[in-house]
């Protein structure tokens, strides 16, 4: 596809307009000031009238747990424990694999309609999950979940075969759109022994870890009870899991001397704000993180707690609601809110060559249409988008060259069956809890 004379968002996000973007191989082929010569224009296929419109990287979600769009709508009004233990867990002990495969498949249409071509998905059915993801022709970072209360080897859990297992058939499947990561839910759900252990395959074999940390107080304190004081990320630290690349959901409750860790270790920290929100668990001090130089990135969560997968609503919360707790606002600038949600998104995955509008690099893109009433005037693009646009201003989701969303339209996805399925597969559900 060659993208004629449409403004972009550059690899700086500063906006650029009247350019031609050339996709070609999965790649961005082409960004110039005037079209492609003759022969070579004809090569990209396609071409996409710009006008009116705005060219962007897409969002990659930092935290997201898929299958959960099943329990959209279902625990409402409760802090984070009850809504666990008395909602989610039971009703989660009832989905099937088959469940999973569909309520993923409806989340990749969500995310692919509101300009997401990746997520970092913590959940079990890695299986299913993998199938829907390259259906849908959207990527991912998989994690197989399992708790560890019990002190044992890794070895004794099903999940260490299990996950070696995906790590063998999916790691890098679909020309490099899945990847596996490993997974430690929280530090209350684990035992250090194990830990260490996952650790030390997660070094040997060179790949990632996606846990959650510091999401509530009482997770946070409680932590420091039994640990001699340590927060989760010191308690993380202390054991070896922060010595692989890591995503640590939430970190709602981390502490000044965390933020050193994190930028130490490289540490991504996945804001949360409209799941951090809606349970009450308060905050994550993500101005002092971004002072501090800790790499910030952006997710939904599940679509219990948030309960959509628009990335431009947790974007606006993101540049917005830290003004107003702390008083100041000049904190999170529009483009940090906006890096967050793309390239740093990228970097969280392991994705180097995503998520900037650059030459060379993947063409994993999301058209907006801003011809709408609150994009005037176009006196800062970016600023509108972030704080006057909406997910449904996007038009077009291209992931790794491919389009996967396009005026109402999903090439991978029988959006209609998802969405039937997903209705049904949550009476029988509920029926049974
Ligand atoms: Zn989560």
Redesign the pocket.
């Known amino acids: 596809m060659l993208f004629a004379d449409i403004d972009i968002l550059d690899e700086n996000l500063d906006l650029q307009t009247h350019r031609w973007v050339g996709v070609r191989d999965g790649h961005i082929a082409y960004l110039g000031k005037q079209a492609p010569a003759g022969a070579e224009a004809e090569a990209y296929g396609e071409v996409y009238d710009g006008r009116g419109k705005l060219l962007v990287p897409a969002f990659y979600n930092a935290?997201a747990?898929a299958p959960m769009t099943l329990l959209r709508g279902y625990a409402e009004n409760l802090p984070l424990q009850a809504w666990l233990n008395d909602m989610v867990w039971p009703f989660e002990a009832k989905m099937t694999p088959e469940d999973n495969y569909w309520a993923t498949l409806l989340a990749c249409a969500e995310m692919a309609r509101y300009g997401v071509v990746s997520f970092s998905d913590?959940y079990y059915a890695t299986d299913e999950r993998v199938r829907a993801v390259v259906e849908s022709g959207l990527k991912a970072n998989i994690c197989e979940s399992e708790l560890y209360f019990e002190p044992k080897p890794f070895a004794d859990y099903a999940s260490c075969a299990a996950v070696e297992e995906y790590v063998r058939k999916y790691h890098g499947a679909a020309d490099g759109r899945i990847l596996i990561d490993y997974n430690i839910h929280a530090e209350y759900t684990s035992n250090p022994q194990t830990c260490k252990d996952i650790a030390a395959v997660v070094k040997e074999k060179g790949l990632r870890m996606h846990l959650?940390a510091s999401e509530t107080k009482s997770e946070h304190e409680e932590c420091k009870q039994r640990h001699d004081g340590l927060t989760p990320l010191q308690y993380f630290a202390s054991i070896g899991v922060l010595d692989v690349p890591t995503t640590a959901?939430?970190c709602t409750w981390c502490e000044p001397a965390d933020f050193d860790l994190m930028v130490e270790k490289g540490v991504f920290a996945a804001a949360?704000p409209a799941?951090n929100m809606k349970l009450g668990s308060g905050y994550a001090p993500i101005p002092a993180m971004l002072e501090a130089g800790v790499n910030v990135c952006l997710g939904t969560?599940?679509m219990a707690s948030n309960n959509n997968h628009d990335m431009m609503q947790d974007l606006y919360l993101l540049a917005l609601l830290y003004k107003g707790s702390t008083g100041d606002p000049s904190v999170v600038t529009p483009k940090q809110a906006l890096a967050a949600a793309t390239r740093m998104g990228a970097l969280s995955q392991g994705r180097e060559d995503c998520g900037l509008v650059r030459a060379g690099m993947k063409a994993d893109l999301a058209v907006l249409d801003v011809t709408g009433p609150s994009w005037a005037p176009r006196t800062n693009p970016l600023v509108n988008m972030v704080y006057a646009g909406h997910g449904s201003d996007v038009v077009l989701t291209m992931s790794d060259g491919a389009v996967v969303y396009r005026d109402g339209a999903y090439p991978g996805i029988d959006v209609e069956r998802a969405k039937a399925e997903v209705e049904t597969r949550t009476k029988r559900i509920i029926s049974e809890v």
Request: proline fraction near 0%.
């Open positions: 935290h747990h913590m959650h959901a939430h949360n799941s969560d599940g």
